[in-house]
């Protein structure tokens, strides 16, 4: 049954309305999951490293589609609640048409400066080729990635999260069939596992640009447009802190290579991928929960509604801080299995990954809280305090403690550091809060 976005949410229709979407970014982040998994069994720690020690690059480029995903929503949302239809469709098809022109240049650009790009994050050697083989597949494919993620976005403001959800989950299980036959199977290595992840891109992506192509019963749909400088920079304002926030995780990312490269080698990025992919589910939570509820937000501002968009906060911060603490309490217990997972045949390596998972678990604690802070922020059209957030997060309180920490904690330092990190940011993103509830009467 179609929840609206004009709707009064009780928690019972609040968690229906974002679970399709919270169950859309956890299929998203299995991605590089199963290509890890495959890698790391089938393969060897090398190959998993590479694998690894890529994933910024791959995440950087498809931050487009992130900005241009949640911005654009926001802004095609607010024009729903303002019942103008068909400014609405125009803006939706503007976004589309620029991000497949932006999404073949940045393809292009890419590949031509991968193998530099490389080099510089310490990659040589077999690191080096498996690292080149593995990402120039990839990149090929990322514009049909960045079309599936701003596509995940606008379903929902569609009201079709349903489909979204169904879409991504064919695309996951495509990944891992294939992932399971190419690698597992007839051992291609790594780039078994790059096509594999390239062909269920390809996937997510085409299939909902067939359907808003096509006519269908959903609030937007592609239709003849025109270039608009002024809504095209609105939403990439809007937008501008998932820019950020990818962005910023993929430089700080490369920084926690390069110090567990430093005082660990190539187990020390093995370790801290193993890390990762549990993180990447557990965010995928949080994230799928603000690409959720973003629509919904954005309506009710654009509506005048602020009695709903209270109840929309209220609620919403209730449930970020159950998640919170239940995700920290099973990533703490669940360490040593998680580990298993991925690390099996090196007990030195798999010790050093179980106890970065521990003295990882508390991050859980506090993201859910910055993350919803910037995209709450996002949805209500306020680009600048929602990067302003987000560079500070993701960015300059993350340098920060990836730089400070291991100077004195060592090893330890580095896996400590997102704490530190998170615990800043929490505190500017209740600053903000406080300072904007009068103004828009959340």
Request: hydrophobic share 55%.
């Amino acid at each position: 049954m179609r929840i609206p976005l004009s709707s009064h949410f009780t928690y019972s229709k609040l968690i229906r309305f974002v679970f399709p979407s919270v169950l859309m970014m956890i299929f998203t982040s299995i991605y590089s999951i199963v290509d890890g998994f495959f890698v790391s069994n089938y393969v060897n720690t090398t190959a998993f490293s590479a694998v690894n020690l890529m994933a910024p690059i791959f995440i950087i480029v498809s931050s487009v589609g992130f900005m241009v995903g949640a911005g654009g929503t926001a802004l095609t949302a607010k024009l729903l609640g303002e019942k103008r239809p068909d400014d609405a469709n125009r803006v939706f098809s503007l976004m589309i048409y620029a991000l497949m022109a932006g999404g073949i240049v940045l393809a292009v650009i890419s590949v031509a400066v991968l193998k530099p790009i490389a080099v510089a994050l310490g990659a040589k050697g077999e690191l080096l080729t498996l690292s080149l083989r593995y990402a120039r597949i990839i990149l090929i494919a990322n514009p049909f990635f960045m079309l599936q993620n701003v596509f995940q976005n606008f379903l929902i403001a569609a009201e079709k999260p349903k489909f979204g959800l169904l879409i991504t989950v064919f695309a996951g299980v495509t990944n891992m069939v294939l992932d399971f036959l190419f690698v597992g199977v007839f051992a291609w290595g790594v780039e078994g596992a790059a096509f594999a992840t390239a062909i269920s891109q390809v996937v997510g992506g085409v299939i909902p640009l067939i359907y808003f192509a096509l006519p269908n019963n959903s609030l937007l749909r592609l239709t003849r447009t025109r270039f608009d400088g002024k809504a095209l920079l609105k939403a990439c304002t809007n937008g501008s802190s998932e820019l950020m926030t990818n962005v910023s995780a993929s430089v700080v990312t490369m920084l926690y290579n390069f110090q567990l490269l430093r005082l660990a080698g190539e187990d020390g990025v093995a370790a801290y991928g193993a890390i990762m992919y549990v993180n990447f589910l557990f965010a995928a939570v949080f994230f799928g929960y603000c690409l959720g509820s973003a629509p919904a937000v954005s309506f009710h501002y654009g509506a005048g509604n602020k009695d709903e968009l209270h109840n929309l906060f209220r609620k919403s911060m209730g449930m970020i801080g159950c998640l919170g603490l239940l995700m920290t309490a099973v990533s703490f217990a669940m360490a040593s299995p998680f580990s298993h997972l991925f690390i099996k045949n090196d007990p030195l390596l798999y010790q050093m990954t179980v106890r970065g998972f521990q003295l990882y678990a508390p991050t859980f604690l506090l993201f859910g809280f910055n993350v919803f802070g910037s995209g709450f922020f996002t949805a209500l059209n306020n680009g600048g305090v929602s990067a302003a957030i987000s560079f500070l997060r993701t960015l300059l309180f993350q340098v920060i403690s990836i730089m400070v920490l291991p100077l004195w904690l060592g090893l330890d330092g580095v896996w400590l550091s997102n704490v530190l990190a998170e615990l800043l940011a929490l505190a500017v993103t209740v600053i903000c809060v406080v300072k904007y509830r009068k103004r828009y009467g959340y």
